[in-house]
């Protein structure tokens, strides 16, 4: 059962250290066992300067999350991306990263590259990125639990 969220009813909202156990949640669902966040590493990483939440809500219901950071010298990072199995393919996960991408923090200070490692399996994800801009940067083998490799993304022409 999902936790009691504050966001509004339907769009992208962002949030902070007190929806960590709703992150979690959502994270539980999206993700397989082996690569789940709990409630308190949300919590930990929301609290560090630069690192933001977000959450994607429809009719009230909670729908996906990004969770994002950005860091000195004009970098930024995707941590991770989901949206439950239920709403997919109805553009969450675009809605997600449209809204960090033309948030003030990604404006000024100018970030001028964003990397994210998503799996070679995750086809649709890579389609996804590919359509934002996102371009491979490298791969990480059998980085993910499942012995599958991470492909390293970049996004550079923000705008």
Partial sequence: M???HEAGPTGVHETGPSSAE???CLHAEIFPPAERWQAQAFREMLAVAGTQGWISLVDGEPTGLLLTRLLPGGEGEILTLGVRPAFRRRGQASSLLQAFL???AVEAPKTEKIFLEVSVNNRAAL???GQL??????LRQAYYPDGSDAC???LEELS
């Avoid at 801009?133 to 490298?138: E, I, L, S, V």
């Fill in 127 to 129: 389609a996804l990125y």
């Fill in 102 to 104: 033309v948030c003030p």
């Fill in 152 to 154: 390293v993304m970049c």
């Fill in 2 to 4: 999902m936790p009691e």
């Fill in 133 to 138: 801009g996102f371009r491979q940067a490298g």
């Fill in 22 to 24: 709703l992150l979690a």
